[in-house]
Structures are given as C-alpha cells and as structure tokens.
C-alpha cells in the first residue's frame, strides 16, 4: 500500500509538473485611437499556441460620460487584403465594442490560438500563420483604421505528440468547415461574446491516465 502510494504521488507529480510546463501565455492590447501600435501597419504581435489575445475595448469613466459618446468599434477577421486596405468587407465581424460606458471596467474579448476547437463557433489557428485584425468606427463617420497582426508562433509541449497534419487552409470557423478563400467568404456573424476555449487533446489523455492510475492505486490497497 505504501509503495502504491508512493508511486502514485511521483506520478502526479511529474503529470502536473508537465501541466504547468505547457501553460499559456496572455497579451493584452488595449483597442483604441489613442494606441499609436494600431494606427500604423505593420505592428505584429507574436503568439504560441494556446495563448490568449484579450481585447480591452475603449471605456470612459463617469466623470467623462459628458464628453461626447466615447469612441465604439466593431472588430473584424479578414484577409490580408483586407488588412492591407482595412476592408471590413473581406472579413467577418468577430467582436463589437459598444459599451465605452460600461460600469467598473471596460468589455474585454479573448481569443484563444487554438489548433482544435470542441465547440461549433470555436476558431481553429494554425502554426506559421498570420491572422489579421481591423476595426470600423461607429462613434463618427470618418476613416480611422486600427489593425493588427498576429503571428501564431510555436506549438506548445502539449502538442509534440500530435499527429502531423496536411496543409489546411489559413482560415478554419468550425470542425469540418474549412476556409480556402475568405475573401469569399460570408459566414453566419456569430454572438458577439468572450471566445470559449477548447481544452487540448493531449492534456485530456493526460489527466484519463492520471486518473485511471489513481483508481488503480487504490484497489491494490
């Protein structure tokens, strides 16, 4: 029973250990006129897989609710021609910042450099890929693009043991739907809302085998 135990707590150990080897990174970028990084082209953030992007819409405290109506964006993916002619319409809308009044702090969106989404509105990112970000004012009329770039960089440890994969298209929205052009491509806007992570299938297998060595440790003792 003892050494059952004692291998048990090794074990775990090492699995958690290796868990938190893997864990992800967050970048923050604070999405407004005043971020002289978005206002030219060519600013580029770097990501590895299962990082996280967190979008911080413009917010306004109450001593400036007076000052005009605060600016408001609608956010979208598009291609690099998009990107390059700040053109909503190859794209598609991911994120809308509306709320420059929101109470206590501002509305943050976040995005997760996934390879494998669990869920059918989740976005799928692949290594050595660009993906492109614009915005469109809705609080005036006037042209002011703010973009950025962001570079899916390296695969984390957790996905050393995947299978290798065939060249897929840049874009992917959802299992089985695959983007070969978006620039033709008009996909159903989905609910404008934080992005919901899928968990890594490597990490999955992980914690079953913990598990299942835990249930093991136990009918020996």
Known sequence: MALAALSLWVLTSLTWGSVLQVSANRHSVYWNSSNIHLRREGYTMQVNVNDYLDIYCPHYNDTQRMVGTGEQYVLYMVSYRGYRNCDPQLGFKRWECNRPHAPHAPIK????????????????????QEYYYISTPTHHHGRSCLRLRVYVCCSTASD???EPEPTEPDYTLRPGLKIDDIDEYNPFVPKLEKS?????????RLLLTVTMLFLAALFIS
């Open 109 to 128: 969106f976040s995005e997760k450099f996934q390879r494998y989404s669990a869920f059918s509105l989740g976005y799928e990112f692949h290594v050595g």
């Open 160 to 162: 050393v043991d995947d």
């Open 196 to 204: 919901v992570s899928g968990s890594s299938p490597s990490r999955d």
